[in-house]
């Protein structure tokens, strides 16, 4: 919780597999309540790597391609009961370290 806010940070995860663990472990856990990884059918083990992060985790059994699964990750996370919702991509794009930055306003 931040601010008495329910933080959850949802990853659309396509072929991530070499990314997502740094990604995840620069994520700043004791503003975030939850993470959610939805993989889009990826062909590699970003499955395996997510669950053995421990991270919640959906796949997709095809491919719905950005779009589709930016709407999984945001329907779950509402799901989850969010009030701040915050996408990070796990090949590492964007440094997780901006989050604070993010969930302040």
């Known amino acids: 919780m931040f601010h008495g806010n ?3 940070v949802v ?3 396509y072929n991530a597999a070499k990314t997502i663990e740094r990604t995840y472990s ?3 856990l004791d503003l975030v309540d939850e993470v959610v ?7 590699d083990e970003t499955v395996e790597v997510a669950r053995r992060l421990g991270l919640h985790t959906l796949v997709h059994e095809r491919n719905r391609g950005y779009g589709g699964n930016q709407k999984t990750c945001y329907t ?3 799901r989850l009961g969010a009030d701040v919702v ?3 991509h796990p090949d590492y794009q964007y440094t997780p370290k901006l989050l604070p930055a993010m969930i302040r306003p």
Request: glycine fraction near 0%.
């Open 6 to 8: 329910r933080i959850v």
């Open 11 to 13: 990853m659309p995860a």
């Open 26 to 28: 620069e994520i700043p």
């Open 37 to 43: 990884v939805t993989d889009d059918a990826s062909h």
């Open 76 to 78: 779950e996370a509402l």
């Open 86 to 88: 915050v996408m990070l």
